[in-house]
């Protein structure tokens, strides 16, 4: 159940989730804190969505994967491949989340159908 400031603010349990994963960027060495930063930016940006659950598991995913990568010394750009945007959006992929701009687009085909379908009725 949730009381009445969670219902003002949104889910407190959320909001320490958020905070543990930016507490495990911030203790990653420098350069992966610098790259994983650079991926949540540009998810930010890129991949939003209504899904906070989902938004939160990914962000988790990802100090993950730049956690390990750091123990075994991979390097960042092993990680992120050649092209770092072609990376995040394939992680991105994972979690079925399309940015802002799909799902304006898929409004938009939408809009479309419905107006080519009252033509034809």
Do not use: C, H
């Not at 911030?26 to 610098?34: G, K, M, Q, S, V």
């Not at 491949?81 to 799909?102: M, Q």
């Amino acid at each position: 159940m949730t009381n009445w400031i969670e219902w003002v603010t949104g889910s407190l349990a959320d909001k320490r989730r958020w905070k543990a994963y930016r507490a495990r960027v911030e203790a990653l060495p420098t350069p992966y804190r610098t790259a994983a930063k650079g991926v949540e930016r540009y998810l930010m940006y890129n991949g939003g969505t209504d899904q906070g659950e989902l938004l939160l598991q990914m962000f988790d995913d990802l100090a993950e994967l730049f956690e390990g990568a750091a123990a075994d010394g991979t390097p960042v750009r092993e990680i992120v491949g050649d092209d770092p945007v072609e990376f995040v959006d394939a992680f991105k992929s994972n979690y079925g989340i399309g940015s802002w701009i799909t799902k304006e687009q898929k409004r938009l085909a939408a809009a479309i159908e419905q107006a080519e379908r009252e033509e034809t009725s």
